[in-house]
């Protein structure tokens, strides 16, 4: 074997060199198409705007980032809810969905910075202490604890839970090459847009043809 190698050592060495220098030369041929596919128009909006794959895997994100800190989004909108679908993350259509309610409430300019995104904790505090309650009022019906008990606990709870969702945005940041836990929040933000937009949308007056 050694005797073959070094038989044919050059041609070995030529051969290698050819080789590097043709992933060398295919390499911004390659990060070019890289970036034409992410580039590449996978829908197209109602105002004629594109949606990019970039963009629609972004939307994906956004969804995924909202199973994990504000699951309340989910809900239907009678339990004040957003109406998304619960699997939005892995279905392209309610991706899509996502996509025109997040372009939707950007363009009536409806979409804050990141203070609106931390305004999302609140919300899932309020749908999750209103079930704690219930639990919680039927243990002091019980006697097994007092109100006074009972109001310590559900505080203890909000606390504690307010934390671990800061929490998860700052594990999500820290495992995202080149975001920051503002660029989640303001990412969320997008969903107090949303919900801007659907009480807009509720608390409109809609006229009759006559009255219009």
């Known amino acids: 074997m050694l005797k073959f190698i070094r038989k044919f050592q050059l041609v070995i060495l030529a051969v290698g060199g050819s080789l590097l220098m043709v992933v060398f030369l295919l390499e911004p041929v390659l990060t070019s198409f890289q970036k034409s596919q992410a580039n590449r128009t996978v829908a197209r909006l109602a105002d004629g705007s594109k949606v990019s794959l970039?963009?629609?895997e972004r939307a994906r994100v956004e969804l995924e980032l909202a199973r994990r800190v504000a699951p309340a989004v989910f809900l239907p909108k009678q339990q004040q809810g957003l109406g998304?679908?619960?699997d939005a993350g892995q279905n392209d259509e309610h991706v899509y969905h996502w996509l025109?309610?997040?372009s939707m409430a950007e363009k009536a300019g409806l979409v804050g910075g990141a203070e609106?995104?931390?305004a999302l904790i609140d919300l899932e505090l309020r749908v999750e202490l209103a079930e704690a309650v219930q639990?919680?009022?039927?243990q002091v019906q019980q006697g097994v604890l007092t109100?006074?008990?009972?109001?310590?606990?559900?505080?203890r709870?909000?606390?504690a839970r307010r934390a671990q969702i800061e929490w998860e945005v700052a594990v999500v940041a820290a495992s995202t090459r080149g975001a920051t836990e503002d660029d989640l929040w303001r990412?969320?933000?997008k969903f107090t847009g949303a919900y801007r937009l659907m009480r807009l949308y509720v608390t409109t007056p809609a006229f009759s043809p006559a009255g219009a």
């Not at 639990?135 to 039927?138: I, K, R, T």
């Not at 109100?147 to 505080?155: D, F, I, Q, T, V």
């Open 147 to 155: 109100p006074e008990e009972a109001m310590s606990e559900l505080n």
């Open 187 to 189: 990412a969320l933000a």
């Open 84 to 86: 998304l679908t619960a």
């Open 54 to 56: 970039m963009e629609f």
């Open 157 to 159: 709870y909000e606390t």
């Open 116 to 118: 609106d995104g931390r």
């Open 100 to 102: 025109l309610l997040a």
């Open 135 to 138: 639990g919680l009022g039927f």
